[in-house]
């Protein structure tokens, strides 16, 4: 789904300074007021060799010593030594370029600000503003948040021994798009979702890995950082519903990650005491394999931690953490659905060889009209909401004989209202929105049964109601349409599960922006564990298909051929199975030579099960 997370080495090459040029070091100006630097032009090959930074030129301008620095950081200088060369002496011990990364669209413009119409060639400080439009923030814990504003900050620079220094300047690194693509490699840390609050949920999810997308670089130790901030736990906005076999505290010791031609990944952990626990260990295995796994230029076929002390904890292979593991609780994705003519629940066999046909459950019948619906992931059971908006049809998905239960939950009257198209969690709760202008609510029935139970959601605001969603097979996230009546946003959810003496109190919590670049989405769906395909529409621009990250990062992801019309999607977190859509009243599979082939002449609402 993602190309971004191909697995594949990177062979390392130095470059001298005339190569680093031809592969995209813009020469330096001598003279302007305004400059850009932009890296877009660079071949995609670049991204296949070790880039060096350049040490700053004699008797540079203050304009060309900052631009000289922000091409100095976007090199492979695992310390940022070349970069620092740019600073005096003293900025030199106290600058972090750890402490975050700035993404602008179309890399920085910068202006010298500090001198008057005529320079001072005299002068002894000056100072040159930096800004662009800002994509997105990465901070120092590697976790990206998209950001859709202007930035701009001021360089100061000083004269030392009679050359342009920076003397004062913002902690961490400014790039362009570009540059941060080619330097960066997306990948996941793992932790355990945390269903404790409801026990029978627990035991169903146990073991059952949450990804927790991260940037590191692509070739400076890619691996040993991945476990360095798996090590150091969840990221600020998901820890609250997962959990790590690792106790606080635990880091990675000098001798970092070491990885053999046979796959075998060993590493030493200093906090961990040598009589640790078998299974606590194991877990903690599990959690390495999947991280390293997604970095690591060979396949991981086994996992060894020791102690700092040498004392080895556990081996465990990758056929041995297979019941910890992400998507376990993905179900059989193979099937796709969808609605015919007759707003009957229709079923597409897995190979597509046959043509759709009803399921012989009670929503296969046509005795009901169906608006929309969804299949459990085990495949038992079937969800539909009626013609009207108004009423939530449950039933077995086969036997001809099954009960229908129905379930008004919403004003029949309400033209623009009504309920949203239900969604299954991989532990079998059931999931959907009443549209209600004055009431709007997320519901959930536990196990699919019996009376739905309303769910807070945090930040929505005045006037904004959920449009549609699709809730993740771990229960702990949920994708969310949030519409304010003109337009909606794609929102991403944090599933919380507090015990108390009355029960369990379920709410979702901080949903955060995935998709700031569109001006409005109509339609979403999970695509594996990590991603979701959106139908939307960017500013000044037409509506599209993409998939995004679960952070709103995009880069490196397959590009989706357009279709015209699109109201609905479907992405099946078997990465092998084609994309549904509903477009112009039709039903179309998206084929393995990338063009869009007809399903059915009519047919709505397409979906895999979830």
Same mark, same amino acid.
């Given at each position: 789904?993602?190309?971004?997370?191909?697995?594949?080495?990177?062979?390392?090459?130095?470059?001298?300074?005339?190569?680093?040029?031809?592969?995209?070091?813009?020469?330096?100006?001598?003279?302007?007021?305004?400059?850009?630097?932009?890296?877009?032009?660079?071949?995609?090959?670049?991204?296949?060799?070790?880039?060096? %930074?350049?040490?700053?030129?004699?008797?540079?301008?203050?304009?060309?010593?900052?631009?000289?620095?922000?091409?100095?950081?976007?090199?492979?200088?695992?310390?940022?030594?070349?970069?620092?060369?740019?600073?005096?002496?003293?900025?030199?011990?106290?600058?972090?370029?750890?402490?975050?990364?700035?993404?602008?669209?179309?890399?920085?413009?910068?202006?010298?600000?500090?001198?008057?119409? /005529?320079?001072?060639?005299?002068?002894?400080?000056?100072?040159?503003?930096? &800004?662009?439009?800002?994509?997105?923030?990465?901070?120092?814990?590697?976790?990206?948040?998209?950001?859709?504003? +202007?930035?701009?900050?001021?360089?100061?620079?000083?004269?030392?021994?009679?050359?342009?220094?920076?003397?004062?300047?913002?902690?961490?690194?400014?790039?362009?798009?570009?540059?941060?693509?080619?330097?960066?490699? =997306?990948?996941?840390?793992?932790?355990?979702?945390?269903?404790?609050?409801?026990?029978?949920?627990?035991?169903?999810?146990?073991?059952?890995?949450?990804?927790?997308?991260?940037?590191?670089?692509?070739?400076?130790?890619?691996?040993?950082?991945?476990?360095?901030?798996?090590?150091?736990? #969840?990221?600020?906005?998901?820890?609250?519903?997962?959990?790590?076999?690792?106790?606080?505290?635990?880091?990675?010791?000098? +001798?970092?990650?070491?990885?053999?031609?046979?796959?075998? @990944?060993?590493?030493?952990?200093?906090?961990?005491?040598?009589?640790?626990?078998?299974?606590?260990?194991?877990?903690?295995?599990?959690? /390495?394999?999947?991280?390293?796994?997604?970095?690591?230029?060979?396949?991981?076929?086994?996992?060894?931690?020791?102690?700092?002390? $040498?004392?080895?904890?556990?081996?465990?292979?990758?056929?041995?953490?297979?019941?910890?593991?992400?998507?376990?609780? +993905?179900?059989?994705?193979?099937?796709?659905?969808? @609605?015919?003519?007759?707003?009957? !629940?229709?079923? @597409? &066999?897995? +190979?597509? =060889?046959?043509?759709?046909?009803?399921?012989?459950?009670?929503?296969?019948?046509?005795?009901?009209?169906?608006?929309?619906?969804?299949?459990?992931?085990?495949?038992?059971?079937?969800?539909?909401?009626?013609?009207?908006?108004?009423? @939530?049809?449950?039933?077995?998905?086969?036997?001809?004989?099954?009960? !229908?239960?129905?379930? #008004?939950?919403?004003?029949?009257?309400?033209?623009?209202?009504?309920?949203?198209?239900?969604?299954?969690?991989?532990?079998?709760?059931?999931?959907?929105?009443?549209?209600?202008?004055?009431?709007?609510?997320?519901?959930?029935? &536990?196990?699919?049964? %019996?009376?739905?139970?309303? /769910?807070?959601?945090?930040?929505?605001?005045?006037?904004?109601?959920?449009?549609?969603?699709?809730?993740?097979?771990?229960?702990?996230?949920?994708?969310?349409?949030?519409?304010?009546?003109?337009?909606?946003?794609?929102?991403?959810?944090?599933?919380?599960?507090?015990?108390?003496?009355?029960?369990?109190?379920?709410?979702?919590?901080?949903?955060?922006?995935?998709?700031?670049?569109?001006?409005?989405?109509?339609?979403?769906?999970?695509?594996?564990?990590?991603?979701?395909?959106?139908?939307?529409?960017?500013?000044?621009?037409?509506?599209?298909?993409?998939?995004?990250?679960?952070?709103?990062?995009?880069?490196?992801?397959?590009?989706? #051929?357009?279709?015209?019309?699109?109201?609905?999607?479907?992405?099946?977190?078997?990465?092998?199975?084609?994309?549904?859509?509903?477009?112009?009243?039709?039903?179309?599979?998206?084929?393995?030579? $990338?063009?869009?082939?007809?399903?059915?002449?009519?047919?709505?609402?397409?979906?895999?099960?979830?």
């Amino acid at each position: 789904m993602n190309g971004e997370r191909t697995r594949g080495g990177w062979r390392w090459v130095g470059l001298l300074t005339a190569a680093l040029t031809l592969a995209g070091c813009a020469s330096m100006p001598g003279s302007g007021s305004v400059q850009r630097v932009d890296a877009s032009q660079r071949a995609e090959g670049d991204s296949q060799v070790r880039v060096d %930074g350049v040490s700053p030129q004699e008797n540079a301008s203050p304009q060309e010593i900052v631009r000289g620095f922000l091409e100095a950081v976007t090199s492979d200088d695992a310390e940022y030594e070349t970069a620092k060369e740019y600073l005096t002496p003293e900025r030199r011990e106290a600058w972090d370029p750890f402490h975050s990364i700035t993404v602008l669209a179309n890399g920085p413009i910068f202006e010298l600000t500090g001198r008057d119409a /005529v320079p001072d060639e005299d002068a002894e400080t000056d100072q040159v503003e930096v &800004s662009g439009s800002r994509l997105a923030e990465v901070n120092d814990g590697h976790v990206y948040t998209p950001r859709d504003d +202007d930035f701009r900050t001021v360089f100061l620079l000083r004269m030392v021994d009679q050359q342009w220094r920076i003397d004062s300047l913002p902690d961490g690194l400014v790039m362009g798009e570009a540059d941060f693509r080619r330097i960066y490699h =997306a990948v996941s840390t793992y932790y355990y979702a945390d269903l404790a609050a409801e026990s029978d949920r627990a035991q169903r999810g146990d073991g059952v890995l949450v990804p927790d997308p991260i940037y590191v670089r692509r070739r400076v130790e890619p691996v040993s950082e991945a476990v360095r901030t798996l090590l150091a736990g #969840p990221s600020e906005w998901l820890s609250p519903v997962v959990t790590s076999a690792f106790p606080s505290g635990v880091r990675l010791t000098d +001798d970092g990650v070491n990885i053999d031609g046979g796959g075998r @990944l060993s590493l030493r952990i200093d906090g961990i005491p040598d009589e640790w626990p078998a299974p606590r260990c194991e877990r903690m295995a599990a959690q /390495v394999l999947h991280t390293a796994r997604d970095v690591a230029s060979v396949e991981i076929s086994e996992v060894r931690l020791r102690s700092a002390s $040498g004392g080895q904890l556990c081996t465990q292979t990758a056929a041995e953490v297979r019941d910890l593991a992400p998507g376990l609780l +993905d179900g059989d994705g193979g099937q796709g659905y969808f @609605l015919d003519e007759a707003r009957r !629940l229709v079923s @597409l &066999s897995a +190979d597509h =060889a046959d043509k759709p046909y009803p399921v012989s459950g009670p929503l296969g019948q046509g005795d009901v009209v169906l608006r929309s619906a969804a299949v459990s992931r085990d495949g038992d059971s079937a969800a539909g909401v009626s013609e009207d908006g108004s009423t @939530l049809y449950v039933a077995p998905l086969d036997g001809r004989d099954a009960e !229908l239960e129905a379930l #008004p939950l919403a004003d029949p009257a309400d033209e623009n209202g009504g309920l949203t198209a239900p969604s299954w969690d991989g532990l079998g709760d059931l999931w959907l929105a009443d549209r209600d202008a004055e009431e709007p609510g997320l519901l959930r029935l &536990s196990a699919g049964r %019996g009376e739905p139970r309303e /769910v807070p959601v945090d930040g929505l605001g005045a006037g904004q109601r959920i449009e549609a969603l699709r809730v993740a097979p771990d229960g702990v996230r949920i994708a969310m349409l949030i519409g304010d009546g003109e337009r909606s946003s794609l929102m991403l959810g944090r599933v919380e599960r507090v015990g108390s003496e009355q029960g369990v109190a379920v709410t979702v919590n901080e949903p955060r922006p995935v998709a700031p670049q569109l001006a409005d989405t109509v339609a979403v769906s999970w695509a594996g564990d990590q991603g979701l395909v959106v139908v939307g529409r960017p500013v000044d621009g037409v509506e599209q298909i993409s998939y995004v990250e679960t952070d709103g990062s995009t880069g490196g992801a397959p590009s989706v #051929p357009g279709l015209n019309d699109v109201r609905a999607v479907a992405a099946s977190e078997e990465e092998s199975r084609p994309m549904l859509a509903e477009s112009g009243g039709r039903i179309a599979r998206l084929g393995d030579d $990338g063009q869009w082939k007809l399903v059915a002449e009519s047919g709505s609402a397409p979906f895999y099960p979830g």
